[in-house]
């Protein structure tokens, strides 16, 4: 236990030497070391001092891309995802170009955020990701940026329906939010025609058109149930054996009873 002290508290004293140095050269080497000892803030912290100073020379790009991946090892993965960027951006063609795409996206990805909080992060992880997909289509990496990418799309189609369920709920209050509910729905499927919530969007849109029905004003009531009934095929076309079934089947009752009644009248 003396001995590990004694070794802990000698490699402190080395670093805090190293961090006072005026050598780059010795800061990145130090750095790298420390990288393979997953001292990873030790490793960030020399490599953001050197960046700069090696800009040029023949450590630049691997001190760059080691950056990154520090930063990706120590869990900051926006910060990653930032030199990774900045990696690509300056070597294109670079000996980690592939993996610097790769991390840029995935750090993102890592770093998305709940629903309910803004989405911007969501939004960059998948076009990072589209476009390592579409500069290495061959790598071994794909199946991964494919999985993480539809994973983000379903987060943003989830924020999509959680928008639309509001709506729904707020009802006439302060206007038609049911309008608003189809067209948020709408075009949560026409952005996201394979997320995992398309059934969730289209029994929405159904019970929005039913509500807008029965709240209609008399001489419209039988259009709009007919536009219920349209909807409900649209709806059992596409999940004929939903959870939703049910609950779709007694609105089409309702609505052909209504539209048969008055064809009657």
């Keep these: 236990m003396l001995l590990l002290a004694m070794t802990t508290l000698s490699g402190c004293g ?40 090696l800009k040029g020379t023949d450590r630049a790009e691997e001190a760059l891309y080691l950056l990154g991946l520090s930063n990706y090892e120590n869990r900051d993965y926006e910060t990653a995802s930032t030199y990774f960027n900045s990696y690509y951006s300056r070597y294109p063609r670079g000996k980690y170009a592939e993996l610097a795409r790769f991390y840029c996206g995935y ?87 394979y997320s995992k919530y398309k059934e969730d969007l289209e029994m929405l849109m159904l019970k929005s058109r039913y509500q807008i029905a029965d709240l209609s004003v008399q001489e419209k009531k039988t259009d709009r149930f007919r536009e219920v009934i349209d909807e409900y095929y649209s709806f059992i076309n596409n999940f004929p054996d939903g959870p939703n079934r049910d609950e779709a089947d007694n609105i089409y009752r309702i609505a052909s009873r209504y539209v048969s009644d008055s064809s009657d009248r």
């Design 14 to 53: 080395e670093y805090q030497r190293v961090l006072k140095s005026t050598d780059p050269n010795e800061k990145f080497d130090y750095a790298k070391r420390a990288f393979d000892e997953k001292k990873y803030v030790q490793s960030a912290t020399l490599l953001e001092e050197v960046i700069g100073v």
């Design 107 to 193: 750090g993102y990805y890592l770093a998305s955020p709940d629903t309910q909080l803004d989405q911007s992060t969501t939004i960059k992880a998948i076009e990072e990701l589209q476009a390592f997909l579409d500069y290495f289509p061959r790598s071994e990496r794909v199946s991964i940026a494919q999985n993480a990418i539809f994973e983000l799309q379903d987060k943003l189609t989830l924020k999509e329906l959680e928008n639309a369920k509001l709506y729904y709920n707020l009802g006439t209050y302060m206007g038609n939010n049911y309008e608003s509910a189809i067209i948020v729905a709408r075009n949560a499927i026409k952005e996201y025609p």
